[in-house]
């Protein structure tokens, strides 16, 4: 029995966990050998101390893992280290769980554990991913497996809590496509005024593209010298673009305009000119203007809500000074019913005037509109044809100088993505490239750069409303969380993180944050194989290294994999540790198939017909064998996936789907 050596808790805690054979975390263990090592028993190894009440701890625990999902999903029974896993009481643990090992099951299993065992508050208990879908995912496992109110959120979610607690004095909201085409449009009106900056942004611009027009427009650059303003100038675009469609035929374009919205999944526009979230809320939105309605597409109500929440309804007309709110209802689950309800009782108590539309076939929704409408007393105003097409023009009034603007975003953007925002990086990612004479041109592109982040800053946080983009939400949550002192709903004990490979920099400096604010214990699941999202700022480092983010962690494998066959595994493991960087694990699995991945060879100098023969014989040979299959084909790029749908066999069906001309029974995706 080892004495207690006065050092305050911290040493206490050591002490009482070795003498009863308690599990020690890393992260104590690490800061005991730095500060007090002389309560170390000579030749003690932690990892094989550590190992052994985990042993201890399986085998007392193993009936309480066997029956956690019994009635719930019988199917489900976690492995040796899963529970291991799961029962390690570390400050901050990573789990690499490769691909099919069971990750959100171990995830939602430690949710459990916590409360049953730890006596954790589950309100208390954060668990974050990347999307919406995922969270939703984890939520209903939660809740329909085990009736816990765990906080489950996005990142960006997370600090949107944070940014409404930290400035609760202004109504905070996400900034949409709308308000950001509104700042890039003010922005270069300001630039227009002063026909100098316009030369000096064509003598140095050049670099970024080979040719002046792909900066601005044709059209831009021949008139541009004409106007006094920027909005005279695009009058007079409109006005050669209206000549022209005259001569084609105003209808046939509106009409083809509108179609090419309703093919879209996302980025759908209403003729007015608001990105909208369906094809249902374009009808709405088109049918309203069409009519000389006068709309806004979510316009901030006017109230506060509990917890200072934003209600932002779908659209408000404004008839006459008084106000019609419409909802339109595109989805039919649980949860969207629950919201539902919500808003309607929410404007029933208010006395509002209210219209619900449901989902219906999109002609259905206009007539069920315009019924709704019209029993309000509503008198519509109809626009005529070439009113409606010349608003289309106007809906992108910066598209002759578009690739400028885009090009200052985009660099902001990229700036934004880092914590520190080190203005200098963004310059010399350019500066490098180039020779000393142009590195003059780069000066001036930087100071454009800083010119529009500014204007963009100032039009954001300038007014009554924050806007916030992704960035700036974990950004400024991250830098003032420490300014959170007094109560606050959002106090966690435990973090439990999803897909942590793909972690960005922004990203971690929040979790960092929160956790140290909050003193929590990081439970952090990832597989560095499957990271994926390194064009929007994750970094890989942060699951290499994350004993040098997280000092004192402790990394543990779940390597049963229960979703492809072992030789599978052996294949893509083989080349995907070709990159040494690579965190080394072995999958085990207990399927078994012969020559999991078959390589199809043919002449790719020759031209496309072979590549489309060998895949169109591949198909079929694979639906002789197996006829109840489903055969999913994957192109490198979009025009890979073209070229394959212009052949005559294969035709585009309805969502992915591909149809095999005389061979419809093949389920092709």
């Known amino acids: 029995m080892l004495k207690f050596i006065i050092g305050g808790s911290v040493v206490k805690e050591f002490v009482n966990k070795l003498n009863n054979k308690e599990y020690i975390s890393n992260y104590l263990y690490e800061y005991i050998k730095e500060n007090n090592s002389e309560v170390i028993p000579n030749n003690f190894d932690i990892d094989k101390y550590n190992s052994d009440i985990l042993d201890k701890l399986y085998e007392e625990n193993k009936e309480y893992f066997e029956n956690m999902y019994k009635g719930i999903d019988d199917n489900i029974h976690l492995d040796e280290e899963q529970c291991k896993a799961i029962l390690a009481d570390e400050k901050y643990s990573l789990i690499i769980a490769g691909a099919g090992t069971g990750k959100t099951t171990t995830m939602v299993s430690k949710v459990k554990y916590l409360v049953d065992k730890k006596n954790a508050d589950p309100e208390r208990i954060l668990v974050m991913s990347y999307t919406r879908k995922a969270t939703e995912e984890i939520a209903e496992r939660i809740e329909e497996n085990f009736g816990l109110p765990v906080h489950v959120t996005t990142f960006h979610s997370l600090g949107y809590e944070y940014i409404k607690e930290i400035f609760n004095d202004k109504k905070c909201i996400i900034l949409d496509s709308n ?5 890039r449009l003010n922005y270069f009106r300001k630039i227009f005024e002063d026909k100098s900056k316009i030369t000096e942004i064509l003598e140095n611009f050049d670099v970024i593209k080979e040719h002046r027009h792909f900066i601005f427009g044709k ?12 909005d005279e100038f695009v009058d007079s675009y409109v006005n050669y673009k209206l000549e022209e469609a005259r001569k084609v035929g105003v209808d046939v374009l509106i009409d083809n305009w509108v179609n090419k919205q309703l093919l879209k999944d996302t980025g759908i526009r209403s003729i007015k000119g608001e990105y909208v979230k369906s094809a249902g809320e374009m009808v709405i939105a088109n049918f309203l203007y069409w009519n000389g ?36 209802f595109g989805l039919d689950d649980k949860e969207y019913n629950k919201i539902k309800n919500w808003k309607k009782t929410f404007h029933e108590n208010r006395g509002n005037k209210f219209i619900s539309i449901d989902r219906l076939p999109l ?30 023009l106007r809906l992108n009034p910066t598209s ?20 520190y925002r080190d203005n200098y990086e963004i310059a ?11 590195k003059k041109k780069i000066e001036v592109q930087y100071k454009y750069i800083l010119d529009y982040t500014k204007f963009y800053s100032n039009s954001a946080f300038g007014g009554a409303v924050y806007y916030f983009d992704f960035s700036d939400l974990l950004y400024y949550s991250a830098k003032h969380l420490e300014k959170l002192t007094r109560d606050t709903n959002l106090r966690f004990d435990y973090i439990i993180i999803d897909e942590y490979q793909d972690i960005s920099q922004l990203k971690y400096e929040l979790t960092f944050k929160t956790a140290k604010k909050n003193d929590a214990k990081v439970y952090a699941v990832g597989d560095d194989w499957q990271s994926i999202y390194a064009f929007s700022g994750s970094r890989i480092e942060y699951i290499y290294s994350f004993n040098e983010y997280f000092k004192g962690s402790k990394n543990f494998n779940i390597s049963r994999t229960y979703r492809n066959s072992q030789e599978l595994i052996d294949c893509s493991g083989e080349f995907i540790m070709r990159n040494s960087n690579q965190l080394k694990k072995h999958l085990i699995s207990s399927k078994h198939i012969d020559k999991p991945i078959i390589f199809k060879e043919f002449d790719s100098t020759s031209n496309n017909l072979e590549e489309i023969n060998c895949l169109k014989e591949t198909i079929l040979e694979i639906h002789r064998n197996n006829p109840e299959h489903k055969i999913l ?17 294969l035709v585009d069906d309805i969502g992915t789907k591909i149809i095999f001309k005389g061979n419809e029974d093949i389920q092709i995706d």
């Open 179 to 183: 308000k950001l085409n509104e700042i």
């Open 219 to 230: 059209y831009f650059l021949e008139n541009y010298m004409k106007y006094d303003t920027y």
């Open 293 to 328: 309605i006068d709309y806004s597409y979510e316009e901030v109500y006017e109230e506060l809500l509990e917890n200072r929440a934003i209600y932002k309804p779908d659209f408000t007309i404004d008839y006459g000074g008084e106000k019609i709110y419409i909802e339109y």
């Open 363 to 392: 002609e259905k929704i206009i007539e069920e509109l315009n019924n709704k409408l019209m029993s309000l007393g509503i008198k519509y105003n109809k626009r005529s044809h070439e009113e409606v097409y010349e608003n289309i």
């Open 400 to 419: 002759q100088v578009y690739p400028f603007l885009y090009f200052l975003h985009d660099c902001m953007m990229t700036r934004k993505e880092s914590f």
């Open 428 to 438: 010399k990612k350019y500066v490098m490239e180039y020779t000393e004479e142009d």
């Open 633 to 649: 084909v994957l192109g490198r790029t979009n025009r890979m996936i073209n070229r394959i749908l212009e052949d005559e066999d």
